[in-house]
């Protein structure tokens, strides 16, 4: 009858010595486990309760269906087949304990037999080779494939750790067989043909047979015993510790929009000084970080200067959390202004890390320290100063900020005096950018002429703060934030519509957690397509122009927008065409997170080209379709650097709505 003998061939000494190891095993891995706890809870606190059936749904899916792990097809695979095989393994080695341990021995029978026992060793036979699949893709990957975003950590000694994760799964699934090839070596079965794997390698030992058989049986289950105790007490101590962080990681993800930045930490200075102002959530994605590399491949900042790579901040951050005081300054010593002022808030990183962890609240909570500090560049600081006095980044006088409006007929209604069912908000760039206005009369016509009972606030408006706030300068934020929200909650209006996505942000996601009010807000992507669609706008031709389009980071990854301009650029009669990196893997034009108002460092190429370039790839593009005023800026100047000014032509979404009318 086939029955698991779970010490089949093991001297009661053995025995006993596994129960003496499994118990020092859990002592280590708890306490290992625990000092992470402890180190987390020296964080501040942030709620993230609530939500918990979103929350553990969110579990399933990321974690055992590895839904954004699998959204590179060979590192995902190489992953998922390591995580279903080690997980299988790991429930069957749970199941035998549970057989021998508990009703064995308290109820004296035996559930892995017969029928229910062969399925159990067919299981785990081929689970285990999915593992070593895995752990050889992996070993590939790293070893002789070797991407570059596995390279270079910043801390040498971790590639060491990730040597050992490799070497010492693969030794417990080789010892596995091998103590079970001997037994049915040994015993030859009348079931061996259920454990396939198992009997191929017993195959091999037939020649050398009893008693040699049973003295390796022994050798080898005493290795594979220590090697499986060992790295089940290493868990907590080395990279396998992402096995728990990352889920708990996944649960405790945001669940408020992700245009939405935390309030910053206000005790002992603004923001982030030194490591115990982060949160405990902020040191758990520390933690969470299994240095993948994915984040590094995504982010602009790192394509363009590698001034900035998010994987090498978070290894940075975990050690200096688990540092000895030793005098070293997290801000100079472990991260460096030029990191993190290299940030443009992009959320590229975000949107691709397997492990979930939020880069950008921590970059902007340590960018409030220096700016509380006062140590930013030249051009910030008079940028910051001229959002102050003026409410613009222009420096210019409130009066000009409509001076774009001039001779525009009808006169464009002024939202203070009469009510409006559209309130236009500009924004800066469109207002007060010499090179923009053209544009910007543009997209003012076009709602004339399709009847928008719409208006402005002409000098009352001010710049909505969305980069502010991201450059880390919350008091400021706050202030433009309450004179915006002073003057819309003293006019009538039903939406407010606006072609800047930053300000499409905040007001949509801020303003109301800044306590001002819920106002419904559309881009102007949004309401042409809506006036499109309900024959509010007419075209009169088909352009037929081959266009590829730009999805701006606040307005596709922050806040969903992605089909809505490309329904505009359709109905006006061109066909789009994807760039490899489009919709939310978007490759962001570098000027967010107010990297406009920065100093540039010298660079091998701006995110814009880099963009451009990509654009250009694709052959018989005649038109690069932006929906961002700081989009075109930057792209107009970019065409012309990379000298693709003959080829591409830069354009904005309503450049085609008004050609097309
Ligand atoms: S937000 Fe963008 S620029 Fe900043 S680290 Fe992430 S990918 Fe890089
Ligand atoms: S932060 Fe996320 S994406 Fe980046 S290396 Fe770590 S786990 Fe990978």
């Not at 040191?283 to 790579?309: H, K, M, N």
């Not at 100079?332 to 030029?338: E, F, P, T, W």
């Not at 009066?399 to 500009?426: C, H, N, S």
Request: hydrophobic share 40%; glycine share 8%.
């Amino acid at each position: 009858m086939p029955i698991r003998e779970t010490f089949w061939n093991i001297p009661s000494w053995a025995e006993a010595a596994q129960y003496i190891l499994a118990t020092l095993t859990v002592i280590v891995f708890l306490f290992g486990v625990a000092r992470h706890v402890l180190r987390w809870r020296k964080g501040k606190p942030e709620k993230r309760s609530g939500h918990i059936l979103a929350r553990l749904w969110s579990v399933v899916v990321q974690v055992f269906a590895q839904r954004r792990t699998l959204d590179e097809a060979y590192p995902g695979i190489m992953h998922f087949s390591i995580f279903w095989g080690m997980l299988t393994l790991a429930i069957g080695t749970v199941l035998a304990t549970v057989d021998w341990d508990v009703t064995h021995l308290f109820f004296g029978f035996q559930f892995l037999k017969d029928g229910i026992y062969v399925v159990y060793e067919l299981v785990l036979d081929l689970l285990g080779l999915l593992v070593i699949l895995g752990l050889g893709m992996a070993i590939y990957r790293r070893y002789i494939s070797r991407p570059a975003r596995l390279q270079n950590l910043p801390i040498k000694s971790l590639s060491g750790d990730d040597a050992y994760v490799l070497i010492a799964l693969t030794f417990i699934l080789l010892s596995g067989y091998l103590t079970e090839g001997l037994r049915i070596a040994v015993l030859q079965p009348a079931w061996a043909n259920w454990s396939p794997v198992g009997k191929v390698v017993g195959a091999l030992f037939l020649a050398t047979g009893d008693p040699t058989n049973r003295t390796l049986h022994v050798v080898i289950w005493s290795i594979h015993m220590l090697t499986a105790f060992g790295v089940l007490a290493s868990l907590p101590f080395t990279k396998l510790f992402h096995i728990l962080a990352v889920p708990i990681n996944i649960y405790f993800q945001p669940m408020k929009p992700a245009g939405v930045l935390p309030p910053a930490n206000t005790d002992g200075g603004m923001g982030v000084k030194e490591w115990k102002q982060f949160t405990w959530k902020q040191l758990l994605d520390f933690e969470s970080c299994t240095r993948c590399g994915r984040c590094q491949d995504a982010c602009p900042a790192y394509a363009s200067a590698q001034l900035l790579s998010p994987r090498n901040m978070m290894i940075k951050l975990d050690a200096h959390i688990w540092e000895k005081t030793n005098g070293r300054a997290l801000h100079g010593d472990v991260i460096s202004a030029d990191e993190l002022w290299a940030c443009t808030t992009c959320r590229a990183c975000v949107q691709v890390c397997p492990a979930f962890i939020d880069h950008v609240t921590t970059f902007v909570d340590m960018r409030r320290s220096l700016v509380d500090q006062g140590k930013m560049d030249k051009m910030l600081q008079d940028a910051l100063s001229n959002l102050g006095r003026y409410g613009n980044s222009f420096g210019q006088s409130d009066r000009m900020r409509a001076k774009w409006t001039m001779g525009l007929q009808p006169a464009i209604k002024d939202a203070r005096r009469e009510p409006v069912d559209y309130l236009w908000f500009v924004g800066d760039y469109a207002s007060y950018s010499a090179t923009l206005t053209d544009t910007t009369r543009k997209t003012a016509e076009v709602f004339q002429k399709a009847g928008l009972n719409f208006g402005i606030l002409y000098d009352s408006e001010r710049n909505a703060g969305n980069d502010v706030r991201r450059v880390g300068e919350e008091g400021l934020f706050e202030m433009l934030a309450d004179k915006n929200g002073q003057v819309l909650s003293k006019i009538k209006f039903q939406t407010i519509v606006t072609t800047d996505p930053h300000s499409y942000n905040t007001i949509k996601n801020e303003y109301p957690d800044n306590g001002n009010g819920h106002p419904t807000i559309m881009h102007y992507s949004e309401l042409l397509d809506q006036m499109i669609t309900t024959g509010k706008i007419k075209f009169s031709k088909k352009l037929g122009y081959k266009v590829t389009y730009h999805d701006p980071c606040y307005l596709g990854r922050y806040n969903g927008v992605y089909d809505a301009p490309r329904r505009v650029i359709e109905a006006s009669g061109c066909e789009v065409v994807e760039m490899p990196r489009h919709g939310a893997r978007a490759f962001c034009c570098g000027a967010g997170g107010g990297r406009i108002w920065m100093e540039e460092k010298e660079v091998k190429e701006r995110p814009s080209e880099l963009r451009i370039r990509e654009a250009v790839a694709l052959n018989g593009i005649q038109a690069f379709i932006v929906a961002c005023p700081k989009d075109l800026t930057m792209f107009r100047d970019a065409v012309k650097t990379t000298g693709n000014e003959k080829s591409l032509v830069v354009k904005d979404l309503i450049d085609l709505v008004y050609e097309a009318l």
